[in-house]
T-cell receptor
Framework: DAGVIQSPRHEVTEMGQEVTLRCKPI?????LFWYRQTMMRGLELLIY????????DSGMPEDRFSAKMPNASFSTLKIQPSEPRDSAVYFC??????????????FGPGTRLTVL | AQTVTQSQPEMSVQEAETVTLSCTYD???????LFWYKQPPSRQMILVIR??????QNATENRFSVNFQKAAKSFSLKISDSQLGDAAMYFC???????????FGEGTQLTVNP
């Protein structure tokens, strides 16, 4: 398997622009997570999905952030409009947990977002 | 709510020596998992080792081992025979079995000196 795939790897945009981050989870995984990593706040869980359904979006910072998972192999995280404080590394992770006990998460390579 | 605390922002070790990274956690769950992830400069998050809370035996993966003290809610990582490639940010994480979210600590930046 190719692992979790994220695109783009780097994104530089100007304040006010819309940004869309993409993620393809590992095939067969039931859970998908979006994290944000910054120096100040560390790794924060933004939202996660189970079988394409959002389970917990309490970590989404503002209404400017939205996430979708239209099918089992694709998810997007959108920021509209973007602000400089959104600059961070955004990780997508997937987990094979499905009624089992073990919930290891497999991370993608991350997208480094810079908002000027 | 779950919390994970890593009290050592930075650690350093000489190559071939042993180093221990500390982690404490707090959870109301009776069954949970604990993890150590490594993040090298490439940014990729790599699972180093995992521990099931219901197991008393400490997990071991080659040069990596943990000291799991359930009553004290402590979960330290020991790296033996440190190698230059071990230099990275290390994150401790706790996960529930009732859901699937992970709570991460702040991270410890490990430097390995040649």
């Amino acid at each position: 398997d190719a692992g979790v795939i994220q695109s783009p790897r780097h994104e530089v945009t100007e304040m006010g622009q819309e940004v869309t981050l993409r993620c393809k989870p590992i095939s067969g995984h039931d859970y998908l997570f979006w994290y944000r990593q910054t120096m100040m706040r560390g790794l924060e869980l933004l939202i996660y999905f189970n079988n394409n359904v959002p389970i917990d979006d309490s970590g989404m910072p503002e209404d400017r952030f939205s996430a979708k998972m239209p099918n089992a192999s694709f998810s997007t995280l959108k920021i509209q409009p973007s602000e400089p404080r959104d600059s961070a590394v955004y990780f997508c992770a997937s987990s094979p947990l499905a009624g089992g006990r073990y919930n290891e998460q497999f991370f993608g390579p991350g997208t480094r977002l810079t908002v000027l | 709510a779950q919390t994970v605390t890593q009290s050592q922002p930075e650690m350093s070790v000489q190559e071939a020596e042993t180093v221990t990274l500390s982690c404490t956690y707090d959870t109301s769950e009776s069954d949970y998992y604990l993890f150590w992830y490594k993040q090298p400069p490439s940014r990729q998050m790599i699972l180093v080792i995992r521990q099931e809370a219901y197991k008393q035996q400490n997990a071991t993966e080659n040069r990596f081992s943990v000291n799991f003290q359930k009553a004290a809610k402590s979960f330290s990582l020991k790296i033996s025979d440190s190698q230059l490639g071990d230099a990275a940010m290390y994150f401790c994480a706790e996960g529930e079995t009732s859901g699937s979210r992970l709570t991460f600590g702040e991270g410890t930046q490990l430097t390995v000196n040649p």
